[in-house]
């Protein structure tokens, strides 16, 4: 397969957004993401989403988008993972791409989550979850994942506030993101006496959801300079995707043989680490699924970060911040830029990119050379690694 | 891109089918693709679907579907463009394949569309349309359809009777094939008395839909009788897909300088003609998306096998039968099979393999050497069109 390189970013305030449908929002991400590339069309566009038909009561987004945006007569399709759905549409893009069949592509993720059509969102989003065996019961998202929480907490013997630093740390990180919902510090105080969610969950330990789209255009390496030459005059780095893998498991959690270890994660990490022919110690920040606080943990075991059932650790260590040995959640991570569900995954590509660009600001990763980024649907079971690096090269 | 091979199918009967859930329809056709390509596994799993979060409160299908039939861990995702899902789902597999990233995968696609857990069926197709400037004004999916043929009628001076041949045609065809939903004949008479849904579609004009699910095991050519070894002992000829294209137009049909052409469908069928280096004077039969009797007729002259306005004549002078120049809905199509929307561009693609097999029994086309499938998401919006060669050989 070609080998991909990212060459346009683009990307909306994550908020609830009342002025804006959910065309105008991703039309506004594809359109920043063309002109940041130089471009002005493309041969496709992916487009992650998992809750229009509920919320918007509009599913053909691939036709909507591409209308939307003037690239009508594209091939375009919508991508469904839950709130993995993102980074599932880049993968898609990046094998598109790489097999030669398309040029360039748009790989977007849009939500628009607030003012629903339909269910409310806290139904909408259990869809992400196994319907006839788990929300048949009763439970809510949030609430499986509670599950997992308390069972990691009686396993290892944490306490809940030693969960606090990687909210805190996405906080403070949100605070330089113009793109991030909640910009705003916080203590553990604050984290400690925040309203009870499902017991262990707090409010500070769950993302907000929200309204957004971010996207990318990616082209193959081969073709930068040669189809794509706009690439040669613009002063950055190049970025290429050397890893991109992505793994399922049992859907329902109940149904795990150990529900604190999310064999996708280490699946399609590893995959990915192969493809990149790299290990963990050479990832110099790591863009997680923070749905969760307790999904950070259980993401950076996974992926080789540090040893099962040691993860509050590295956040009582500071190793999780900007200057720490694996700096998470660097622009905000879900807790703090905000979950527009499906359009998570790719946020998270986008502020990786700005990584390896040098353009992250006050948030800068020093350096800077390898990225990582995992966007998880459901409570595990469908899991996207993607590496991204740069060749640090400033022309 | 590697060129690609169908070496199993499956599909469970279309049906108002109350006895099984989502993941087991879709389970069966799975199992059945594995069992006639002779494997146990695969490397991915491509779900068109387009109703599962409305209709059953459930997303994630990938991992749930992969879950479901033992094939856990690996690359799963749902595929949407509206009723376009399933053949959106097969481009997205050929691509996965085609770079070499994946050895092997599944496509399926599935529908369960009766004992919905959410809005009624009709509203919730409506979702194909364009929410914000079509389905507010209070129009359904058989409504803008209706207008569609209604400017056809006027346009070019036939009557409404003059439809009738592709419905009979498809129920004809639909008798021989015991996965069809509808296995009676009709008469003339009978489209004529058919009660009106919208004027001017009536009852035979209009596909039922139905739960099912259908299934194809793709991998590369080069791959058979190397890494697939197994396809050499089974006597039958290998199936390669020449052609794939996708293409889309205006969301909102009236936004289209000419609601009476398909110009993604001319774009596709172009495009995979190319590919394929052919005409359409090659193509031995058509499965065309005749969800409404007249998008059978805009199909027919989009991809060139009749001039524009003139469809009709198609069907009157007996040239769609199995026997006739051009032979479409060979196993029923939507009109008679039954119309399982996100299942639909799969079941195509699974009857156009039955017909290169030369499986088809009473509907066989003789000497069927290349097979055309175009599947439709929208009232035109999304379009995919794909071509399969039989190499005729029987080893």
Redesign the interface.
Known sequence: ??QIAIIGIGQTPVSENWDQ?L?EIAGEAVLSALVDAGLTSVDGLFIGN?????L?????????I??WTG????????????CGSGA?AL??G???V?????DSAIVAGVEKMTET???DTT??L???????YE?IQGVTFVGLNALVMQRYLHEYGWRHTDFASFSINAHANAIHNPYARLREEITEKDYQRARMIADPINLLDASPIGDGAAAVVIVAVDDLGGKFPAQNTIKRPTIRISG?????????VH?RKDPLWL??AA?SARQAYGQAGITPKDVDFFELHDAFSIMSALSLEACGFVERGQAPRLGLDREIGIHGRIPISTRGGLKARGHPVGATGVYQIVEAVQQLRCEAGATQVEGARIGMTQNI??SG??IITHILESDGMKL
């Open positions: 397969m070609r449908s065309r998992m809750l229009s038909g509920q918007s009561k509009q599913e053909n987004l691939g036709a909507l591409s209308d690239l009508r007569g594209r091939d375009a399709v919508k991508v469904e993972a839950a599932a993968r898609l990046i094998m598109a790489g097999s030669g069949e398309l059509k339909g269910p139904a909408a259990a869809t992400a979850a196994d319907a006839d929300v991109s893998a992505s793994a399922t498991d049992y859907l329902a149904s064999s996708a699946l649907g459901g079971a469908t």
